[in-house]
């Protein structure tokens, strides 16, 4: 057996694929006649970001930026490094960060504090999950997937300790797991 624990449903495939279209829509609504570049922090926002991807009908160009906050920790360090910066040049660019959870804040501050200084035209922020009782520094999250309680999450691209990424559904890591 490839996955010693099979963690319950937190959210399963099905809503993250009906919420996951009405992101797309709400961002092809808002940037229609225009083209986005779409950023995707790897890894955790892998999954999500090429479901994402294909739920947006516009002209789009794919960045990827690597961040890491965590060791092999569920809890933030709050030390945040960039392990691999865009390609590409993103002045006046409209860009679309994708995470797959803001928790604390302090990863999304890092990397919007990085990216001002891109200068890009739009810079906007989607994330699958944001746990707003963990706020450490307050985040705009333009285009959210699902508000969640401060459990620690895992499945559909959230690791914990390098696993799980592969689990089609989002699940909930508890210590009998
Ligand atoms: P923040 O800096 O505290 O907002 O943490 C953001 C990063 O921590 C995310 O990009 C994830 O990589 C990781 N993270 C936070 N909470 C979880 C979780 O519940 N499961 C898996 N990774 C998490």
């Known amino acids: 057996m490839i996955n010693e624990i099979n963690p319950d449903v937190y959210i399963s495939t099905e809503d993250i694929a009906a919420r996951t279209k009405e992101i797309g829509n709400a961002i092809t609504k808002e940037f229609r006649g225009e083209e986005v570049v ?22 789009t160009k794919l960045e990827f930026i690597s961040l890491s906050s965590y060791g092999a920790n569920t809890e933030s360090s709050g030390n945040v490094i ?16 994708v995470e797959d959870i803001v928790d604390t804040g302090l990863t999304m501050k890092f990397l919007l504090g990085l990216l001002e ?10 994330s699958l999950l944001h746990k707003t009782s963990r706020t450490q520094v307050p985040i705009t ?9 401060d459990k620690f999450v895992i499945g559909y691209g959230l690791d914990y300790a390098g696993r799980y990424r592969e689990l089609p559904y989002i699940g909930v890591l508890n210590a009998g797991n």
């Not at 779409?38 to 294909?54: E, P, Y």
């Not at 999250?141 to 309680?149: A, C, K, Q, S, T």
């Open 117 to 126: 200084q891109k200068k890009p035209k739009t810079l906007k922020v989607a």
């Open 141 to 149: 999250v333009d285009y959210l997937g699902f508000e969640i309680e």
């Open 38 to 59: 779409v950023l995707c922090v790897l890894k955790g926002a892998f999954i999500f970001c090429s479901d994402l991807l294909r739920e947006i009908n516009l002209p």
């Open 82 to 97: 960039m392990e691999m910066d865009v390609t590409s040049n993103l002045e006046g660019k409209n860009v679309i960060i």
